[in-house]
């Protein structure tokens, strides 16, 4: 592959919230996603929270893509709702950062692709809502929370999900059942119609979203990230995000 074939793909950071350097502001990210998208072909580079106004508009123009990490939790008051549940690592500045992003991709057309959090991000952007807890909120839906535990490694494959047979993703996978893992606690609540809902989990908790007209923007629950070295569903969808931003083309087609 060609050095001029590796599109710049933007991920914004982090807080770092390890108390390793007291008092100070570390910008972070977690290397996975980092790995994954130099696996694909791609060159990341990180967006620091301090980015902001013309200095954001001018890395954003850069950026052939975004991508939209997981992490802690958004600020309900970001979807309009007081706190219903204890929340994790909420960062404003974040969310700020994150979600005005997300509104400029979403009206140029920017490839974007959104795990976990990130795809959360995508939905409160749109003006879409979260469930703020899924055990406390949704006392029907099985486990989803599995990084609270030390007995489950991050690759873990807690259940499948059931793609949509007529989406993106579905093209993108080539597999309507695949298996994931689920490292969240926080879930999709209403999706506005900028959306439609890719795919779902046994219980009905919202697994994928995605924007019909735009040549990539694409939201799942789980991560891949985590998954590339042995999945080829999660190799495929940092393949195809890196190859839209590469190409300026229409993504994948349902």
């Known amino acids: 592959m060609d050095k001029s074939d590796r599109p710049l793909i933007g991920i914004p950071c982090r807080s770092d919230g390890s108390m390793m350097y007291k008092g100070r502001h570390i910008n972070a990210q977690n290397s996975s996603y980092i790995r994954a998208v130099i696996n694909a072909g791609g060159v990341p580079f990180l967006i620091p929270l301090e980015a902001r106004d013309e200095v954001l508009r001018a890395l954003f123009a850069q950026a052939s893509g975004i991508l939209l990490t997981g ?75 599995y990084f609270y535990s030390q007995d489950y490694p991050r690759d873990f494959l807690a259940h499948r999900v059931t793609v949509d047979a007529g989406s993106k993703l579905s093209a993108v996978l080539s597999d309507d059942h695949p298996p994931v893992n689920s490292l969240h606690h926080q879930g999709l609540k209403e999706v506005p119609s900028t959306y439609r809902i890719g795919a779902h989990s046994p219980d009905g908790i919202i697994e994928g979203i995605e924007v019909d007209h735009h040549p990539f923007a694409v939201g799942v629950q789980w991560h891949p990230e985590e998954l590339v070295a042995n999945q080829e569903t999660a190799r495929c969808l940092f393949l195809a995000f890196v190859d839209v931003c590469r190409n300026g083309k229409d993504g994948p087609t349902p």
Do not use: Y
């Open 71 to 145: 992490g802690g939790d958004i600020g309900p008051q970001f979807f309009g709702e007081a706190p219903h549940a204890p929340l994790d690592d909420v960062q404003s500045a974040r969310d700020e950062l994150e979600l005005t992003v997300v509104r400029w991709a979403l009206e140029e057309d920017k490839p974007l692709f959104g795990i976990c959090r990130g795809m959360q991000v995508m939905n409160v952007a749109a003006g879409g809502s979260l469930i703020q807890d899924i055990a406390s909120q949704c006392p029907d839906a099985d486990k989803h929370d």
